[in-house]
């Protein structure tokens, strides 16, 4: 069973950069589209990042385009998300998810293995 794991989350403040990890295990990485989601407390997980299987594609939700970067590492099966000049609005719980696929997607409904989830805190 694929097996994903965050970790890079912590507090940073306005302005600050963070990168996040996401280590695959059980499976091969390179099969698979793998996106970044985030949850805020009271509001529903959106969508943010997603990278296709070779990296050829990305996605990035408006909010975050020119601030974020997602990038994969297919050997070390690692997929990251460097994220900076981060905002208070960025704080949240941050997923990452895979999808058999080589399509990227803003929705969650198409991923159906889920990382633990790694808070990120944005503030003064």
């Known amino acids: 069973q694929l097996q994903l794991v965050e970790s890079g989350g912590g507090l940073v403040q306005p302005g600050g950069s963070l990168r996040l990890s996401c280590v695959v295990s059980?499976?091969?990485?390179?099969?698979?589209?793998i996106g970044w989601f985030r949850q805020a407390p009271g509001k529903e997980r959106e969508g943010v990042s997603c990278?296709?299987?070779?990296?050829?594609?990305?996605y990035y939700v408006d909010s975050v385009k020119g601030r974020f970067t997602i990038s994969r590492d297919n050997a070390k099966k690692t997929v990251y998300l460097q994220m900076n000049r981060l905002k208070p609005e960025d704080t949240a719980v941050y997923y990452c998810?895979?999808?058999?696929?080589?399509?990227?997607?803003?929705?969650?409904?198409?991923?159906?293995?889920w990382g633990q989830g790694t808070q990120v805190t944005v503030s003064s």
């Open positions: 059980g499976f091969s990485l390179s099969p698979y589209a």
């Open positions: 990278i296709t299987t070779g990296g050829s594609s990305t």
């Open positions: 998810a895979a999808r058999s696929s080589d399509y990227c997607s803003s929705s969650q409904t198409y991923f159906n293995s």
